[in-house]
């Protein structure tokens, strides 16, 4: 009924400063409960076409503003985003499905403190320069922004991952145009209403709201947007590299992970279990750095499985706007669905569910009723080659084995295409520098998980991705370097 889309929030673009309509939009679902929550715009090639339009007509002036100008709105909006923090916590919780402690207290300061880091690092980067006295030479190196850059964000951090790339992008005097999950648009929407205010001149941040297939493709395809910065998926990368090649376009790509977690028999279990149970099913173990295979030595497997269990048991599922809830909703319907799918699968195959999907009965409140919720799962005795070991399952779901010896374990640990994060929990100091040496992993965390440092390189191995996110690897990205020889 009209009277039934009026109420709903309906999404807008935003190129060159102004919110514009769409001829045509897709429905975005509140996965706690259900029912529509939004509607996104459904856009393609011309909406592409305005945004990178208006951001190349953007670009001459914010690329030659001095780092300290940028600098100081990109502050502002951090401010503005931080004084409205509530209200962009509710709607990622909302439209995303994960708790609302967890968009409070990660999400949205995150997206905050992307702002103020790049603010700040832009400020202290500095060039080469050397001297060849023989030949009356000097050289140095300069570093220009590159252009128009295509940002495109998944559904699992929505404002959180947006603004890792939005914040070094412009901050280097790039304009953007980016293209957020068409599942979770509403708080890329928040931010657009605010970039005025922060002082973002017209043009330098477009928003373009739709569908990969659609709006992704006109993004990646434009010959006008020289850098892509995606992360998603293995598979939507595949296409973008394909779809970008003709015109030698810059790729940052970060995508799956199907991390493990390595726990010797010496480690401190206290801490290690309710940091292994937080890197399995934090935000319902959609975060690409989320642990998927736990491997556990021989001489501790038996108590870790009984008490690791016994402590999932205990993360309530529900209302995502209840404090008290630990596990919120997955994204989709399609999602759970495939979710399900691989415990079925490990339980066809002779694995043991131990709890959780299939085996704990799910209570949920009225209004949540038809949401798309799921338990911890924890998934015993499954074979390294088992399709639940070896894909990214992105739910909560993790597979505990037990292992032998150190060379052993490094070699399945290894036994993955891909090479995101990995966990090592012993209290051996060389145990854990010898490990951490011989994982193929881009980060690798010991006694501890997602403790992150902005400044130092993030992304991952193999099919996890190409190239690394932090304060100088998204400089070096975002910019162009010249080399420039001087005889004297």
Known sequence: TMAHSKSLLVLENFIAGKFVPCSSYIDSYNPSTGDVYCRVPDSGKEEVEAAVKAAKAAFPVWSSKSPLERSQILN?????????????????????????????????????????????????????????????????????????????????????????????????????????????????????????KAGVPHGVVNVVFGTGAKAGEALVCHPDVPLISFTGSTLTAQRITEKSAPHCKRLSLELGGKNPAIIFDDADLTQCIPTTLRSSFAN?????????????????????????????KKWKAGNPSDPTVDVGALISKEHLEKVRGYVKKAQAEGARVLCGEGVDSLTLPTGNQKGYFMLPTVIAEVKDESCCMQEEIFGPVTCVVAFDTEEEVIERANNVKYGLAATVWSSNVGRVHRVAQRLQSGLVWTNCWLVRDLNLPFGGMKVSGIGREGAKDSYEFFTEIKTITIKH
């Open 76 to 196: 502002k909006l951090a401010d503005l985003i931080e004084h409205d923090l509530e209200a962009f916590a509710q709607a990622e919780s909302k439209d995303q499905g994960k708790t609302i402690t967890f968009a409070r207290t990660m999400d949205i300061p995150r997206a905050v403190y992307n702002f103020r880091f790049f603010a700040s690092s832009i400020l202290h980067h500095t060039t080469e320069c050397t001297e060849m006295a023989t030949m009356g030479c000097i050289h140095y190196t300069s570093r220009a922004p590159v252009g128009v850059a295509g940002l495109i964000s998944p559904w699992n951090l929505p404002l959180y991952l947006l603004t890792w790339k939005i914040a070094p992008a412009i901050a280097c005097g790039n304009t953007v145009v980016a293209k957020p999950s068409e599942m979770t648009s509403v708080t890329a929407w928040m931010m657009c209403r605010l970039l005025e």
């Open 284 to 312: 319902q173990g959609e975060i690409c750095l989320c642990t998927s295979r736990i491997f556990v030595q021989r001489g501790i497997y038996s108590e870790f499985l009984k008490r690791f269990v016994a402590e999932a």
